[in-house]
């Protein structure tokens, strides 16, 4: 092998490690931690309308809790939680959906919520802001540089956390494996 062909070997290796640091990174609560309190405003679906603690609410059943930070907001992300929404409504409706927006502006949010869900016609899937910063609710570990942070939560406690800083619905399959046994 001569000096050029080693070169775009490494540099191939350097571009394939750096794409994949990218995509993951490490947010949400280890495995088998406790699901801490997630008071939120609820904007559409389960609750709509009132600041809810959907921790309490959703205590001890299968539920997927999505972070998605707002400034990252784009079509894969909807797409994500579109076929997630779907997959979960043909086998799984005992698991619910709470994605929660983390942003500085939640009027805006508020706003713009209802024009997502009316798009996205999400079926299992509440649509909710945190009033707090972008690090979202103390005790979820959530990491601002994830675009989207999914933790899957039976028995309240976390089953299992995703990050990432690119998904689309490809990444659906791998959150479905980490929900408990339908009962």
């Known amino acids: ?18 794409a994949s640091a990218n995509a993951q990174t490490t947010s949400g609560p280890d495995t088998g931690s406790p699901i801490q309190p997630l008071k939120v405003a609820a ?11 959907f921790a309490a609410r959703r205590k001890g059943q299968p539920t997927v809790f999505a972070f998605v930070q707002a400034d990252k907001w784009d079509r894969p992300v909807a797409r994500f939680l579109s076929v997630l929404d779907k997959d979960l409504n043909k086998d799984r409706p005992d698991v619910a959906i709470v994605a929660v927006w983390l942003t500085e502006d939640v009027e805006k949010a508020k706003d713009y919520l209802p024009l997502a869900q009316q798009s996205l016609r999400l079926s299992q899937t509440t649509l909710a802001v945190w009033r707090g910063d972008r690090n979202g609710p103390p005790g979820w570990s959530i990491n601002p540089d994830a675009h989207l942070t999914v933790i899957v939560a039976d028995h309240d406690r976390a089953t299992a956390s995703f990050a990432n800083r690119s998904v689309n619905e490809t990444n659906v399959p791998e959150v479905l494996q980490k929900l408990p046994k339908k009962q």
Request: glycine share 18%; net charge negative.
């Open 1 to 18: 092998m001569n000096c050029t062909n080693i070169q775009l070997a490494v540099f191939g290796l350097l571009v394939g490690v750096t």
């Open 43 to 53: 904007i559409t679906g389960d609750g709509a309308g009132d600041d809810l603690d």
